[in-house]
C-alpha cells in the first residue's frame, strides 16, 4: 500500500501562484508514477500533470502547459506541483496519485490508471 498526503492548497487571485505538495509513504516502490489531478464540482477528474519516479518525461494537460511544474524530490518522497499564473478556471479539488508505469519512464494521464489516491487539497482562485 502507498498512503499520500496533499498539502499546500489555498486561496489565491488571478495571476498568482502556489505549490502544492503530496508526501508519498508506505511501499513507495509501487509509486513509479506520480500525478496530480483535478476535479471541479460538477466536471470529471482530469489530469493536470505525471511523472516518472527519475522524472524522465513528464505530461502536462494542454491547459496547464507554461504555467504548471511537476517535480519530484524521491530523497523526500514527495511530489511537488508548481501552479503560477493561476485563473479561475483552475479552481478544483487536486488530488495526488500513484501507480505504475505502463513502460520504463512511461506514465498515463488516465485517473483509472493509477491505485493510491490522496484525501485532496483545494485550490481556489478568485477573479
Known amino acids: 500500500q502507498v498512503q499520500l498526503v496533499e498539502s499546500g492548497g489555498g486561496s489565491v487571485k488571478a495571476g498568482g501562484s502556489l505549490r502544492i505538495s503530496c508526501a508519498a509513504s508506505?511501499?513507495?516502490?509501487?509509486?513509479?508514477?506520480m500525478g496530480w489531478f483535478r476535479q471541479a464540482p460538477g466536471k470529471e477528474r482530469e489530469g493536470v500533470a505525471q511523472v516518472d519516479r527519475d522524472s524522465t518525461m513528464p505530461l502536462y494537460a494542454e491547459s496547464v502547459k507554461g504555467r504548471f511544474t511537476i517535480a519530484q524530490d524521491n530523497a523526500k518522497n514527495t511530489a511537488y506541483l508548481q501552479m503560477n499564473s493561476l485563473q479561475p478556471e483552475d479552481t478544483a479539488m487536486y488530488y495526488c496519485?500513484?501507480?505504475?508505469?505502463?513502460?520504463?519512464?512511461?506514465?498515463?494521464?488516465?485517473?483509472?490508471?493509477?491505485?493510491?489516491w490522496g484525501q485532496g487539497t483545494q485550490v481556489t482562485v478568485s477573479s
Open positions: 496519485a500513484a501507480g505504475l508505469s505502463w513502460a520504463v519512464g512511461r506514465c498515463s494521464t488516465r485517473p483509472s490508471d493509477y491505485t493510491y
Open positions: 508506505g511501499d513507495t516502490y509501487r509509486a513509479e508514477c
